[in-house]
């Protein structure tokens, strides 16, 4: 098979004609081919090596080096590069099929595409996009900073699809590890799950509660966590006045996701990182708006 040469801003899908000499011509649109350059190739770079990148934040935070995919190119995010100051797509970048990590400052999804699965073909993998940023950094017009922007642009994130929440079937109560649900999940051993509160929620304090599952039962209905419960959470019923149906369930939702856009901590101006509920996640120092 020969095909013609494209030029770095001609790239993408294109259709294929077969020809076989006394046999005929394949139908139209049914073949095709793609035009795509690799992150990690010299040749999507012209011969050069690929962008070295800034180094970590704490100590390069003055590095300005960047990345322009200009309209008409497509790159395959073959490997996790290093951490950028802007990346700049009015072209197509497309998340290779595999564990991937994406670092920089600002990106700016420009009359472009930013691929990360889709919603036919979902990303199974873990895909990890983290932004970096101070307050008192320069912001993008309109858009701010520390941002993941997008401009007249197509914004494609579909992750592994899964089930996102269910209810407890039985009340929970202070130090069971073992959950009941009301319907099955597909969730993983280490997963994080929530709890939610069905006794006290207020702005200081709040009884909803973070766990690590530890064990699945082959029916997806038991849940084995990590830690204790500290508060109960209710699952009942009961007939009111009428014989209407009343429910209390608490609620047990997901929240461990294998795409992940989030925000660096700032390990320059937050030394000793704040926790969230789960006990993992860092959690910037930076108060805004209080």
Same mark, same amino acid.
């Given at each position: 098979?020969?095909?013609?040469?494209?030029?770095?801003?001609?790239?993408?899908?294109?259709?294929?004609?077969?020809?076989?000499?006394?046999?005929?011509?394949?139908?139209?649109? +049914?073949?095709?081919?793609?035009?795509?350059?690799?992150?990690?190739?010299?040749?999507?770079?012209?011969?050069?090596?690929?962008?070295?990148?800034?180094?970590?934040?704490?100590? =390069?935070?003055?590095?300005?080096?960047? #990345?322009? /995919?200009?309209?008409?190119?497509?790159?395959?995010?073959?490997?996790?590069?290093?951490?950028?100051?802007?990346?700049?797509?009015?072209?197509?970048? /497309?998340?290779?099929? @595999?564990?991937?990590?994406?670092?920089?400052?600002? !990106?700016?999804?420009?009359?472009?595409?930013?691929?990360?699965?889709?919603?036919?073909?979902?990303?199974?993998?873990?895909?990890?996009?983290?932004?970096?940023?101070?307050?008192?950094?320069?912001?993008?017009?309109?858009?701010?900073?520390?941002?993941?922007?997008?401009?007249?642009?197509?914004?494609?994130?579909?992750?592994?699809?899964?089930?996102?929440? @269910?209810?407890?079937?039985?009340?929970?109560?202070?130090?069971?590890?073992?959950?009941?649900?009301?319907?099955?999940?597909?969730?993983? #051993?280490?997963?994080?799950?929530?709890?939610? @509160?069905?006794?006290?929620?207020?702005?200081?304090?709040?009884?909803?509660?973070?766990?690590? !599952?530890?064990?699945?039962?082959?029916?997806?209905?038991?849940?084995?966590?990590?830690?204790?419960?500290?508060?109960?959470?209710?699952?009942?019923?009961?007939?009111?006045?009428?014989?209407?149906?009343?429910?209390?369930?608490?609620? #047990?939702?997901?929240?461990?996701?294998?795409?992940?856009?989030?925000?660096?901590? =700032?390990?320059?101006?937050?030394?000793?990182?704040?926790?969230?509920?789960?006990?993992? +996640?860092?959690?910037?120092?930076?108060?805004?708006?209080?």
């Amino acid at each position: 098979c020969t095909t013609s040469r494209s030029g770095v801003k001609f790239g993408g899908m294109k259709p294929v004609v077969v020809t076989v000499p006394g046999l005929g011509v394949s139908p139209p649109a +049914t073949q095709s081919f793609w035009y795509i350059d690799t992150w990690s190739a010299r040749t999507t770079w012209g011969g050069n090596a690929p962008p070295t990148g800034c180094g970590p934040f704490a100590l =390069d935070v003055d590095c300005k080096d960047s #990345v322009v /995919i200009p309209a008409g190119q497509v790159i395959l995010l073959d490997v996790s590069p290093p951490r950028l100051f802007l990346l700049l797509i009015e072209g197509t970048l /497309i998340f290779d099929r @595999t564990d991937l990590e994406l670092k920089a400052s600002f !990106i700016l999804v420009r009359g472009g595409k930013l691929e990360v699965g889709t919603e036919s073909q979902p990303f199974v993998n873990k895909a990890e996009i983290t932004l970096f940023g101070q307050p008192t950094d320069r912001e993008l017009p309109t858009f701010g900073s520390k941002v993941l922007a997008c401009y007249k642009c197509t914004l494609d994130l579909h992750g592994k699809p899964s089930v996102s929440w @269910t209810r407890l079937s039985e009340t929970l109560h202070v130090g069971n590890r073992t959950l009941v649900l009301e319907a099955p999940v597909d969730w993983t #051993v280490g997963a994080k799950i929530v709890v939610a @509160t069905t006794d006290f929620d207020s702005m200081a304090d709040q009884h909803s509660e973070v766990l690590t !599952i530890a064990a699945v039962s082959p029916s997806g209905r038991v849940l084995t966590v990590v830690e204790p419960p500290k508060y109960m959470h209710v699952s009942e019923w009961t007939l009111a006045p009428g014989g209407k149906v009343l429910e209390i369930r608490a609620e #047990v939702g997901l929240m461990s996701r294998n795409v992940v856009v989030q925000g660096d901590h =700032d390990p320059l101006m937050c030394p000793m990182p704040q926790l969230a509920a789960d006990g993992v +996640t860092k959690l910037s120092c930076h108060q805004f708006g209080s």
